[in-house]
């Protein structure tokens, strides 16, 4: 079968090999006067009108549920060169080469020419860590709502794996009001510490060791908040952090803003270093 290169798949949003098809019994398409009422915003000066919610396809290979998607009024689909090696940006090509080029839009990422610190390298290139964090329940649905009620925000992209999670995101289309119960929960979660570090670097003058706290936060991301202990293994490679550093401090100088038990997540998250990394594929 007639494979398409990156190249092309950058030009086009098209990439080769095989179609899988969605039974209409699963999910069904939105009907006209759905799709009349799905809120658009013009994303950036590009002209582009896209959906407010759209879909980061990271971790999902599906191609029904990205169709499904598609047929609810889903119309911009994040992707990446590194996702699943690669075939993420092929699933996705593969499935959109028989719709009208103008009917969705392709977002996709490479490496930066770059080190951590913005300069020019030579390298750059085009079960237990889980999410037990997950068991503390959160509305994912209130959350989105409340970052759209930013106008200067433009989509939201929450990753989904399956069905569930798309029928979850489809009402947000075409209502981003928050209810009352939403609003209460979102003021409960403030007092969660959460999975997601903001990369503020106050902590950082804080710590003797000068650690790269932030990066070390968002490997405990990918493990706990992504499910992909992989993609934090690789972060802590390229941070060249062979043990836990904090382990000769008695006690913890660094305040997170956002209440992070900063020492016990490093010290968690480091224990994959020594993980083989064909374990966590």
């Known amino acids: 079968m007639k494979r398409i290169s990156?190249?092309?798949?950058?030009?086009?949003?098209?990439?080769?090999?095989?179609?899988?098809?969605?039974?209409?019994?699963?999910?069904?398409?939105?009907?006209?006067?759905?799709?009349?009422?799905?809120?658009?915003?013009?994303?950036?000066?590009?002209?582009?009108?896209v959906p407010v919610v759209s879909f980061g396809v990271?971790?999902?290979?599906?191609?029904?549920?990205?169709?499904?998607?598609?047929e609810?009024?889903?119309?911009?689909?994040?992707?990446?060169?590194?996702?699943?090696g690669g075939n993420n940006e092929t699933m996705l090509g593969n499935l959109f080469k028989n719709y009208p080029r103008n009917s969705f839009i392709l977002a996709t990422k490479v490496k930066p020419t770059t080190d951590r610190e913005g300069r020019p390298n030579d390298q750059t290139s085009p079960e237990e860590f889980l999410d037990r964090e997950r068991t503390k329940p959160m509305n994912t649905t209130a959350a989105i709502k409340w970052v759209l009620s930013n106008s200067d925000v433009t989509t939201t992209i929450p990753g989904m794996t399956n069905f569930?999670?798309?029928?979850?995101?489809?009402?947000?289309?075409?209502?981003?009001?928050?209810?009352?119960?939403?609003?209460?929960?979102?003021?409960?979660a403030r007092e969660e510490a959460g999975l997601f570090c903001s990369g503020c670097r106050?902590?950082?003058?804080?710590?003797?060791?000068?650690?790269?706290?932030?990066?070390?936060?968002?490997?405990?991301?990918y493990a706990y908040g992504y499910s992909n202990p992989s993609?934090?293994?690789?972060?802590?490679?390229?941070?060249?952090?062979?043990?836990?550093?904090c382990s000769s401090c008695n006690a913890c100088t660094v305040?997170?803003?956002?209440?992070?038990?900063?020492?016990?997540?490093?010290?968690d998250i480091l224990?994959?270093?020594?993980?083989?990394?064909?374990?966590?594929?």
């Open 6 to 49: 990156r190249r092309r798949f950058l030009k086009t949003g098209f990439a080769g090999a095989g179609m899988a098809a969605l039974s209409p019994s699963i999910v069904s398409a939105a009907s006209p006067d759905q799709r009349e009422n799905i809120i658009y915003r013009t994303l950036g000066r590009t002209g582009l009108k």
């Open 58 to 70: 990271m971790r999902s290979d599906n191609a029904g549920l990205c169709k499904a998607a598609y």
């Open 72 to 84: 609810k009024g889903i119309t911009l689909f994040d992707t990446a060169y590194g996702y699943q």
């Open 164 to 188: 569930d999670h798309l029928e979850l995101n489809i009402p947000i289309l075409t209502d981003i009001k928050l209810t009352d119960q939403e609003k209460n929960d979102l003021v409960a």
């Open 202 to 221: 106050q902590c950082v003058s804080s710590c003797p060791h000068n650690l790269p706290i932030q990066d070390l936060m968002r490997a405990y991301m």
């Open 231 to 245: 993609m934090a293994k690789i972060l802590l490679g390229e941070l060249e952090i062979s043990d836990n550093p």
């Open 255 to 267: 305040r997170c803003p956002s209440n992070f038990h900063v020492k016990e997540k490093i010290a």
């Open 271 to 281: 224990r994959l270093v020594k993980v083989p990394s064909e374990f966590l594929a």
